[in-house]
């Protein structure tokens, strides 16, 4: 059993806090686990509690459309959640609850060991970033922590909701292709 298996059974079994009294699937994460890119969201929706696997629902078909245009395939990218059971009503999730789940997040970075690492929206950018974090003012800046590059950009639910942030979104897709490319 691989680093990632293991932990994976461990996050199915984790009980730390409320939103796993509620939870149909724990959505631990997918994707390729050499990955370059990595992409972090916020929390399972209805339809990632519903499947266990994250960015299904409309905003995952728009980051799946968004990886395309970058010419980016979704099998080379390692995608997880900052907590990995959903909040009730797609709620935002609490402190508590997230810094119960992040220890496996830094887990699976540490195992899937990105260069890149792009945090979708700004519950994403706070806990992997800085706390004070303005998803609005400081999207599209690198921040080199460790070994990582690491961006902020609009979760594509945002995008959905206000199609006025697509021109910078695409900005960020922009940079972010350039990363990719420049590093080995």
Request: hydrophobic residues 40%; glycine residues 6%; proline residues 4%.
């Amino acid at each position: 059993m691989s680093c990632i298996e293991d932990l994976k059974v461990y996050v199915y079994n984790c009980n730390r806090c409320r939103l796993s009294q509620r939870r149909k699937n724990v959505v631990f994460g997918e994707g390729n686990i050499n990955a370059k890119l990595m992409l972090i969201g916020e929390g399972p929706g209805e339809e990632e509690d519903n499947t266990g696997r994250p960015f299904v629902g409309k905003a995952g078909k728009l980051l799946d459309r968004m990886l395309e245009a970058i010419n980016i395939k979704r099998e080379d990218v390692y995608i997880a959640n900052i907590v990995k059971c959903r909040p009730p009503n797609n709620r935002v999730p609490f402190e508590d609850e997230a810094k119960s789940c992040i220890v496996y997040l830094r887990k699976q970075v540490a195992i899937v060991k990105p260069k890149i690492i792009v945090c979708l929206g700004a519950t994403a950018a706070r806990y992997v970033i800085d706390e004070n974090i303005k998803i609005t003012k400081d999207r599209g800046v690198w921040y080199k922590k460790g070994d990582f590059y690491i961006m902020a950009t609009f979760h594509p639910a945002a995008l959905l909701r206000d199609e006025n942030k697509k021109k910078l979104a695409w900005e960020d897709l922009k940079n972010i292709k350039a990363m990719y490319e420049t590093l080995p």
